[in-house]
């Protein structure tokens, strides 16, 4: 899924995600993968419409939990993610592996 905010022909965010389905589970999950919004128009509402239009369309598709993540110290996204209705942060360790 992606959704595209522009203005005057000129794209200003964006968000992307898609749908995990795990083994043994009868739920299918979103995962916001990525929410983008150029900082001129950070705090005019672009990142909550376009959040917003993402989970409209998981909804439709039957999904029933969201995932999102971001940096721990990234108090903005977190702040937003909150206001979006997601659960407190926990802390949560990424692993990392580089490919040749």
């Known amino acids: 899924f992606c959704v595209v905010a522009e203005k005057n022909k ?55 939990m969201m995932i999102a993540d971001t940096e721990q110290g990234n108090i903005e996204a977190l702040n937003f993610f909150q206001k979006m209705g997601f659960n407190v942060a926990r802390e949560h360790i990424w692993m990392t592996k580089t490919l040749k």
């Not at 419409?49 to 993402?54: G, H, I, P, Q």
């Open 10 to 64: 000129r794209v200003i965010g964006f968000a992307m995600a898609t749908t995990i389905k795990k083994p043994r589970s009868a739920w299918k999950y979103g995962y916001l993968a990525w929410l983008g919004v150029r900082k001129r128009y950070h705090r005019h509402g672009v990142g909550e419409r376009l959040y917003r239009e993402v989970e409209r369309r998981l909804e439709e598709a039957g999904i029933r």
